[in-house]
């Protein structure tokens, strides 16, 4: 695999590509006007597409709004990227909370209502520090 990341479809490919690339801090590489390909600068791994939901490229019958998706950003402050998202007025699904599983996180909406899960990998608590499982993403975090 080369690389793995996911193209939203959008309503208003501006309007989203803006969102993400404010709220994350994300470089704009590419823009066709109806396709965007966003990276992070320090991590040109990290990216995100966005396509024009009726698009030509995109298979009649899936031409509408995300729907049943949850996308997961991880990221190394998830306080400040909330308080960044209050700030500028972004809906909050489910506010900053820490979860025994190895998380902080935040969920917040984009333009189109797919949720996105910005998360802070944490060390495990309770019942999870004691499984043995090896934390978010098969990764020991040791934070």
Known sequence: MNALYPAICAHDVP???DF??????????????WYVQLVDRA??????????QG??????????VPAGVLVSIEVDDAT???E???ESG???????????FGQR???????DGLLVDVIELTPMRGEFADSGLNGAHGVVVDR
């Open 15 to 17: 309007t989203s590509r």
């Open 20 to 33: 993400y690339a404010r709220l994350f801090g994300l470089d704009i590489v590419f823009d066709s006007g």
């Open 43 to 52: 991590n040109p791994t990290a990216q995100i597409g966005i396509i024009e």
């Open 55 to 64: 698009h030509a490229t995109v298979p009649d019958g899936y031409q509408g």
């Open 80 to 82: 400040a990227l909330h």
């Open 84 to 86: 960044h998202a209050v």
């Open 90 to 100: 972004l809906q909050i699904a489910m506010t900053l909370r820490d979860e025994d």
């Open 105 to 111: 996180h935040f969920m917040t909406v984009d333009p």
